[in-house]
């Protein structure tokens, strides 16, 4: 096993992500119409982002932060209300986005 392998697999799934970088031109990249998602009953994006752009607040509201965005693109796919416009996503612009260091 080389060493590198070795370091990485003795990292954790957060431990990694926070070895990431990101070099965000705009952070409109995602935009989110959260007055949909309050209709949203099971708000799946909340549990399939592994950086947690997606959250509720401490009054359950609903909100949504993409500086962590890992470009994986499961809130598209999961999101319940895609077809009225409830989130709209692109890669950012200009190459600039997430570089990974670990996988
Ligand atoms: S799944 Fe879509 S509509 Fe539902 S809360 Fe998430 S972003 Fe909003």
Redesign the pocket.
């Known amino acids: 096993m080389d060493e590198n392998r070795a370091k990485a697999e003795a990292l954790s799934v957060e431990d990694r992500t926070g070895l990431d970088s990101y070099d965000f031109g705009r952070n409109d990249f995602i935009v989110?119409?959260?007055s949909?998602?309050e209709?949203?009953s099971?708000?799946?994006?909340?549990y399939v982002c592994p950086a947690k752009v997606?959250k509720l607040d401490s009054e359950g509201k609903?909100i949504?932060n993409t500086e962590g965005c890992m470009e994986l693109g499961a809130?598209v796919i999961?999101?319940?209300?895609?077809g009225?416009g409830?989130?709209r996503w692109s890669y950012p612009e200009g190459g600039k986005g997430i570089a990974y260091h670990y996988g």
């Not at 099971?42 to 909340?46: A, G, I, N, Q, V």
């Open positions: 989110v119409d959260t949909i998602c209709s949203c099971t708000k799946p994006c909340l997606y609903f949504y809130c999961v999101c319940r209300h895609i009225k409830a989130i």
